[in-house]
């Protein structure tokens, strides 16, 4: 059945309205199964109290969010006291992956502007070369960085053959290589979004202000960026979420002196002598900053002020 809706002479299409719940019933199944009961699950567990010999003791208590936020000395008998050393590993891993993001998108911008630009039949065979280091396991890749990075690594070799370098310069177990292994590992995901909202960029608005006189740096800040601003945000979410929680880059390239919030998480998790309840109030605490960053990005009072520019 179609009908019109009084506006425009628009026409709905009414053809699955009564079938619409069955045909989202397997994707609402896959979303409860596999997404909503494991985090349920790990905020039960968030809520547990841990077992002096490991395991879990299913008596509900706040100690694991007091770990993390508040230290009461060894035997937990002391006055509380801001626990610095979880705080500043959480902030570590916010600043790891903010960094991150910048670099990726002022790498993956340009690269973006580049094979939109391009012939159309060409494009395809671009993005392709993009993703297609990709298609190989994330461990094997982040192992790759480190073989590449290391002091007798391919890298500082051909540095200190051409002469720019006197010694090899150490790059593993530091911020700086953390840094290149999630910038690595999440170009492609600032690259592609941007990308899908450059194809659609209307160049004719770029053409009109260079016509009016504007400089290209005026162009691209108040005509380009706004237009493809939808693109830049999905990909500033889909490298920093991902960089958040990472724990290959900062183990295998960072070492312990640089951990970040994933690794702390997983080590929780690993054997009898893990702290389940922590580690599942840990990554509670993740959840929630992902959540609220995302609810920034999305509210209704920002894409109210976008709508209203457009």
């Known amino acids: 059945m179609a009908g019109g809706n009084g506006s425009g002479g628009e026409v709905v299409s009414n053809t699955y309205q009564e079938a619409r719940i069955w045909l989202?019933?397997?994707?609402?199944?896959?979303?409860?199964?596999?997404?909503?009961?494991?985090?349920?699950?790990?905020?039960?567990?968030?809520?547990?109290?841990?077992?002096?010999?490991?395991?879990?003791?299913?008596?509900?208590?706040?100690?694991?969010y007091d770990q993390f936020f508040f230290d009461r000395g060894l035997f937990?008998?002391?006055?509380?006291?801001?626990?610095?050393?979880?705080?500043?590993?959480f902030w570590r891993s916010i600043w790891q992956a903010g960094v991150a993001t910048f670099f990726s998108l002022i790498i993956g911008f340009p690269t973006a502007y580049f094979i939109?630009?391009?012939?159309?039949?060409?494009?395809?065979?671009?993005?392709f070369l993009i993703t297609i280091?990709?298609?190989?396991?994330?461990?094997?890749?982040t192992v790759s960085m480190r073989f590449l990075l290391r002091d007798e690594g391919p890298m500082n070799d051909f540095l200190l053959w051409s002469g720019i370098l006197e010694s090899p310069i150490r790059l593993i177990n530091t911020d700086v290589a953390v840094q290149i292994g999630?910038?690595?590992s999440y170009l492609p995901f600032m690259v592609l979004p941007i990308y899908a909202s450059i194809e659609r960029y209307n160049f004719?608005?770029?053409?009109?202000a260079a016509d009016l006189y504007a400089s290209k740096w005026a162009i691209l800040r108040?005509?380009?960026?706004?237009?493809?601003?939808?693109?830049?945000i999905a990909g500033s979410i889909l490298v920093f979420v991902p960089s958040l929680g990472s724990f290959l880059a900062p183990d295998l390239l960072g070492g312990a002196k640089n951990f970040m919030i994933g690794s702390l998480i997983e080590e929780?998790?690993?054997?009898?002598?893990?702290?389940?309840?922590?580690?599942?109030?840990?990554?509670?605490i993740l959840l929630s900053l992902v959540l609220l960053i995302l609810l920034i990005f999305s509210s209704p009072k920002r894409t109210g002020k976008e709508a209203g520019r457009e």
Do not use: C, H
């Open 182 to 184: 999630l910038f690595y």
């Open 24 to 64: 989202l019933l397997p994707a609402w199944l896959t979303l409860t199964v596999l997404v909503l009961t494991p985090v349920f699950l790990m905020l039960i567990y968030s809520f547990l109290t841990k077992e002096f010999r490991g395991g879990v003791s299913w008596e509900f208590s706040l100690a694991a």
């Open 222 to 232: 108040r005509v380009l960026l706004p237009s493809v601003k939808a693109g830049v």
């Open 204 to 208: 004719s608005l770029s053409e009109a």
């Open 268 to 284: 929780q998790f690993k054997g009898n002598a893990g702290n389940w309840p922590f580690g599942a109030a840990a990554s509670m």
């Open 116 to 127: 939109a630009t391009r012939p159309e039949r060409y494009r395809p065979l671009w993005v």
């Open 133 to 141: 280091p990709y298609w190989v396991n994330l461990l094997i890749r």
């Open 76 to 89: 937990g008998d002391e006055p509380p006291s801001i626990e610095w050393t979880y705080i500043s590993i």
